[in-house]
C-alpha cells in the first residue's frame, strides 16, 4: 500500500489542567459523534499504574486532559463520552485503565491495531503505520518518559497530542481497506470483544503470583525461596514506589531458586542477583529473604489450583483432531496473510478438538465460519 505524504507540522492543543478547564472540551464533544483517544499512563515508574494524560481529537482539536491535576473534576467527562464513537490505536491496555479509573465503557469502538492485524500488516505499532501511511515519526522518547512528573514537557505534550492527531485518517485507510477484502464484520466484532475484555479490567492480585516462568519445574527448596524473594520483591518495590521489574527482574528470580533447588547456601544465591546502586540497602533484606526461603518447608507454601473438575485430558482422537484442526487454521491463516492465533489460539484449539459441536461458544462467528468449512471440522459435523 502506498503511503499517503499528510503535513507533519505538530498539531496545536489546549492543555487542561486547571479546575473547571474542561468546558472547552466537553463542548467540542457534544457537537460530534466520533472522538479519538488515548491514555498516557506511569507503569514504568511507579508501583501502581495510574492513568496520567488523556489525550482527544475532537472535530479536528486536540485536547490534553491532566488527570492528576489537583481539583479537576472529570466526571462530567465519562459522561460525555459514554454515548461516542471512539477511535483508537491498540485500546486493551486503554480500556482496562479506564475501567479501573472510573467503570468507564465506551459505546463503540475501532482500534487501528485490530484493524492492521486483520489485514495482515507485519508491524502494528502506531509508530510503524504513520511511518507507513503518513511518513510521519514519532519521537521513541514519549514511549519511555515519566508522564507523572509536572510539569509536562511541550515536547512530551506534541508527542501525546500525535498520538491522536492522525488517527481519523488512518481509520478511513484501514476501513477502506478492510471493506475492500470483505473483513468488516470480522473487525466489528473483534472490536465488540475488545470492549467486553476491556470492562473486566485488570485480573486481580492472587496467592499464586509468585508462582512464574519456569517455577513449575520446582518441587523443594527452589520454590520456597522462590516465594520468598518474589514476595521480598513486591514488599521493597511497594516502599520504593517502582515497578517490581526495576527492584529485580524474573530471570534473576528464577536463577537464585533454581539455585537452591540443586542445593546452593544463602551466600551463592546472593550473587546469582547484582542490585546497582541499591545493593547496599536491598542486600541484608533480601539475605533474609533467601534465609527465610531455605528454613521453610515446601509444604506450608499456598498449595497450587486443583484443576477444573470439568476438566478432562483430551484423549488421543482429540489430540488428533486438534491437529487436524491446527493445520486447517494455519493454512486458512496462510492463505487470508494474517496470523494464525487470530483465528483461534492453543487453547481454543484444545476445547474446539474436545467439544466440536460447540465451536460457536469458543469462537468469535467469523472465527467460526472459516474453520467450520475446513476438512477437520467438516469430518466430524
Not at 488512518?170 to 465488540?192: V, Y
Not at 517455577?215 to 527452589?222: I, K
Not at 547496599?280 to 507454601?301: K, M, V
Not at 493445520?327 to 487453547?347: K, M, P
Request: charged share 25%; proline share 6%; net charge positive.
Amino acid at each position: 500500500m502506498l503511503g499517503v505524504k499528510v503535513t507533519t507540522r505538530p498539531p496545536s492543543y489546549l492543555l487542561l489542567d486547571q479546575p473547571g478547564s474542561l468546558g472547552p472540551l466537553l463542548q467540542a464533544i457534544d457537537r460530534v459523534k466520533e472522538v479519538s483517544l488515548d491514555t498516557e499512563a506511569d507503569n514504568m515508574y511507579h508501583y501502581k499504574t495510574r492513568v496520567c494524560l488523556l489525550q482527544f481529537l475532537v472535530d479536528g482539536e486536540v485536547f490534553l486532559v491532566d488527570v492528576l491535576a489537583p481539583g479537576l473534576k472529570l466526571e462530567p467527562l465519562w459522561r460525555a463520552l459514554a454515548d461516542k464513537h471512539l477511535v483508537m490505536h491498540g485500546s486493551d491496555f486503554d480500556l482496562r485503565l479506564l475501567h479501573d479509573l472510573c467503570r468507564f465503557r465506551p459505546k463503540s469502538l475501532f482500534d487501528t491495531m485490530l484493524a492492521a492485524q486483520l489485514l495482515g500488516v507485519p508491524r502494528v505499532g502506531l509508530a510503524s503505520l504513520l511511518d507507513q501511511h503518513f511518513g510521519v515519526a514519532l519521537d521513541k522518547d514519549g514511549q519511555k518518559a515519566n508522564w507523572s512528573k509536572r510539569p509536562i514537557t511541550p515536547k512530551l505534550l506534541t508527542y501525546a497530542s500525535l498520538d491522536v492527531w492522525h488517527l481519523p485518517a488512518l481509520r478511513d485507510i484501514l476501513q477502506k481497506d478492510l471493506k475492500r477484502l470483505g473483513r468488516q464484520k470480522w473487525f466489528e466484532q473483534q472490536c465488540e470483544a475488545q470492549l467486553t475484555s476491556g470492562f473486566e479490567g485488570f485480573a486481580p492480585a492472587t496467592e499464586h503470583d509468585w508462582r512464574i516462568g519456569r517455577s513449575e519445574r520446582l518441587r523443594g527448596p527452589g520454590l520456597t525461596v522462590l516465594h520468598a524473594v518474589w514476595h521480598w520483591r513486591e514488599a521493597q518495590a511497594q516502599r520504593l514506589d517502582t515497578p517490581p521489574f526495576k527492584v529485580c527482574g524474573n530471570t534473576l528470580l528464577l536463577k537464585m531458586a533454581e539455585a537452591a533447588e540443586a542445593g546452593e547456601g544463602e551466600s551463592a544465591l546472593l550473587q546469582c542477583v547484582h542490585l546497582g546502586k541499591r545493593h547496599d540497602r536491598l542486600a541484608p533484606s533480601l539475605a533474609a529473604a533467601i534465609r527465610a526461603g531455605l528454613e521453610r518447608d515446601p509444604q506450608t507454601l499456598p498449595r497450587r489450583p486443583g484443576r477444573d473438575r470439568n476438566h478432562i485430558s483430551l484423549t488421543q482422537a482429540e489430540i488428533e483432531l486438534q491437529d487436524r484442526i491446527r493445520a486447517d487454521r494455519d493454512r486458512v491463516a496462510q492463505r487470508l496473510q494474517i496470523e494464525a492465533t487470530l483465528i483461534a489460539n492453543r487453547s481454543q484449539l484444545a476445547r474446539i478438538a474436545q467439544y466440536p459441536d460447540k465451536l460457536e461458544e469458543v469462537l468469535m462467528p467469523w472465527q467460526a465460519d472459516l474453520l467450520r468449512q475446513e476438512p477437520a471440522l467438516k469430518a466430524v459435523s
